[in-house]
């Protein structure tokens, strides 16, 4: 899986917020991507995240895989994602998590109308891993923020 060919960052640049909000150094699109990688790291709160952020490590990987120049300060961080409207964050990361979906996953219309994915075959073993075991994302996103 590619993670400069994802787009994260552009699927939360149309993410709504409580008020505007035109930043200069840091965009409320580049806080949820900092927050979205961490949760995916297993790390468990927006301090655990701003801390794994601006270690050297990940802090160059987020400048060269996303073009995530600044870090924000912690206070920064969470006041950018306390802008953020959920039912729109919702909205945009479900279509997110669609586009790592193979489309030819094969979807069983039921007798009730509703459908069921009959089958998760064309899913790769490390995306079904990474969706099971946060483990697994460390191949893809160094969640460790320790120099190596």
């Not at 870090?71 to 994602?81: A, E, F, R, S, T």
């Not at 007798?111 to 899913?123: A, C, L, N």
Request: include cysteine; charged fraction near 25%; proline fraction near 4%.
């Amino acid at each position: 899986m590619d993670m400069k060919n994802n787009g994260i960052t552009e699927y939360f640049t149309e993410v709504e917020t409580e008020q505007g909000y035109k930043g200069y150094f840091y965009s409320v699109a580049q806080a949820l991507t900092i927050f979205i990688l961490g949760s995916l790291c297993g790390l468990k709160n927006v301090s655990q995240i701003h801390q794994w952020a601006v270690s050297a490590k990940i802090s160059e990987f987020l400048k060269e895989e996303f073009g995530i120049k600044r870090i924000p300060c912690y206070y920064w961080l969470l006041k950018l994602l306390q802008l953020v409207k959920t039912d729109s964050l919702n909205e945009y990361f479900r279509k997110w998590v669609q586009t790592m979906i193979p489309e030819d996953m094969v979807i069983e219309p039921l007798k009730d109308g509703k459908t069921r994915t009959s089958t998760i075959r064309p899913m790769t073993k490390i995306m079904f891993d990474c969706l099971l075991e946060p483990k697994y994302i460390s191949k893809i996103i160094p969640c460790g923020g320790e120099t190596q």
